[in-house]
């Protein structure tokens, strides 16, 4: 039987070994959060128009494209319950803007289809991206900006474009389920039936009382329920089974990896990631860190590209 959240907030719950744990622990202006709340949920930021693509499924992907002048693709690929909004800072880089930048939101989430016939897979998703790039006026040529969930999902999307991807950056990418704070304790805690009828309620209300969430609460309530399960269930799947670490090694292009400063020493897979790439750490910053520090995580992207 699946047991129930208590009382307790959601920091006693799971933050009290997440990334976020160091966040919390950290004194921040309450201002700040409630302006990173409305920056997640305000579109008409968007620099170039929100596009859509049908795929051969009828499901649609939402994305942003911004065609600069390099031959070189960067795509940004979000996390479990994010959107592509917590990557359009990317546009205020004028170094940046030189590529050619997507921006997709994955299936289930942001503006995209959400069916419910979908696995929700990494596997699926990757497919699904795949299928996107191959119909858009992309270079050869495309690096991986991955965070979180993105992760796992740019590896099989790498594995699947072969020798298109020439590097990639991992930003708190999930490799090991040691890792999966946040998804691990969703389907620990409930069953698919219990979490769509009131674990998620409890979720968001929680989350709304604590202001570490404020820039990721709108995109986490607007992927929903089902697919927020069924894609922490397949993320955890991964990261216990599919051995991400080894098959990232096997990918054998440069690699980067991206942890918060604030998150050094928490992930499990951060000794095998040092064991094999470089690892920068952006300073005052955790698991969002493109929000916390996006001029110094930004610098960090542009210097990796300048190789290429």
């Not at 930021?45 to 009828?58: A, C, H, I, M, V």
């Not at 390099?70 to 909004?85: A, E, I, N, R």
């Not at 740019?154 to 389920?177: C, H, M, S, T």
Request: charged content about 20%.
């Amino acid at each position: 039987m699946t047991s129930l959240i208590s009382n307790q907030t959601i920091s006693e719950l799971f933050l009290s070994f997440s990334p976020f744990k160091k966040l919390l622990s950290e004194e921040k202006n309450f201002n700040d959060y409630q302006q990173l709340r409305l920056n997640a949920l305000d579109i008409s930021n968007y620099p170039s128009e929100e596009k859509q693509y049908t795929l051969d499924s009828d499901v649609v992907i939402s994305y942003l494209f911004s065609e600069g002048p390099k031959d070189l693709t960067v795509l940004f690929l979000h996390g479990l319950g994010s959107s592509k909004s917590c990557f359009l800072e990317a546009f205020n880089f004028e170094e940046l803007k030189s590529y050619k930048l997507l921006l997709p939101d994955l299936i289930g989430h942001g503006h995209s289809s959400t069916p419910k016939d979908f696995s929700y897979s990494m596997q699926e998703q990757a497919t699904c991206l795949k299928q996107l790039l191959d119909n858009l006026p992309l270079s050869e040529d495309i690096v991986i900006v991955a965070h979180s969930m993105g992760g796992p999902i740019g590896i099989y999307l790498a594995k699947q474009l072969k020798n298109r991807v020439i590097g990639l950056i991992f930003v708190e990418g999930n490799l090991d389920v040691r890792d999966c704070f946040f998804s691990k304790k969703i389907i620990s805690e409930y069953g698919l039936e219990l979490w769509e009828k009131n674990g998620f309620r409890k979720f968001l209300s929680k989350m709304e009382e604590d202001p570490a969430f404020a820039n990721y609460l709108p995109t986490f309530k607007q992927a929903g329920p089902l697919v927020i399960y069924k894609s922490a269930e397949a993320l955890v799947w991964s990261s216990s089974y599919d051995q991400l670490i080894y098959q990232l090694v096997e990918l054998s292009v440069p690699t980067l990896a991206i942890f918060g400063e604030r998150n050094k020493g928490l992930f499990f897979s951060e000794k095998k990631l040092l064991e094999y790439f470089p690892v920068v750490y952006i300073p005052e910053a955790s698991h969002n860190m493109m929000h916390e520090n996006s001029a110094k995580f930004y610098d960090v992207i542009i210097d990796f590209l300048a190789q290429f």
